[in-house]
């Protein structure tokens, strides 16, 4: 009887050593909220301004696509982000990503 009662303590302790293994994983911080901050602050459109009051204040952008789909969906690219309109209101903006090193080129 005590044979038995060891033999279910090993088979248990067993199954905790391999459950206890199997939940162990390693964490990957990734600084999401820190991406860009080598950009500095730049101003770039906000949703729901018209394309003319972006070509007023950015200038003539360095491409512009096609209307695709429907609704017409059009983005045009500035050279630190870009812009992408419904018809010809903003929906969105994102700033482009720039290598860290490519950048410290181009301050030379």
Same mark, same amino acid.
């Given at each position: 009887m005590a044979n038995k009662h060891i033999a279910i303590n090993i088979v248990l302790f067993a199954t905790l050593m391999a459950l206890t293994g199997i939940?162990?994983? @390693? #964490?990957i911080l990734l600084p999401i909220a820190g991406q860009g901050n080598y950009?500095?602050?730049i101003i770039k459109?906000?949703?729901g301004q018209k394309q003319q009051q972006i070509s007023h204040q950015f200038g003539t952008?360095?491409? #512009?696509?096609?209307? #695709?789909?429907t609704p017409p969906i059009t983005?045009?690219?500035?050279?630190?982000?870009s812009v992408?309109? @419904?018809g010809d209101v903003v929906i969105h903006s994102v700033l482009k990503h720039r290598r860290l090193d490519s950048q410290a080129t181009d301050k030379r």
């Open positions: 939940s162990q994983a @390693e #964490t950009l500095g602050e459109p906000v949703k952008p360095i491409h #512009t696509s096609t209307p #695709t789909g983005r045009w690219d500035y050279p630190d982000f992408y309109f @419904e």
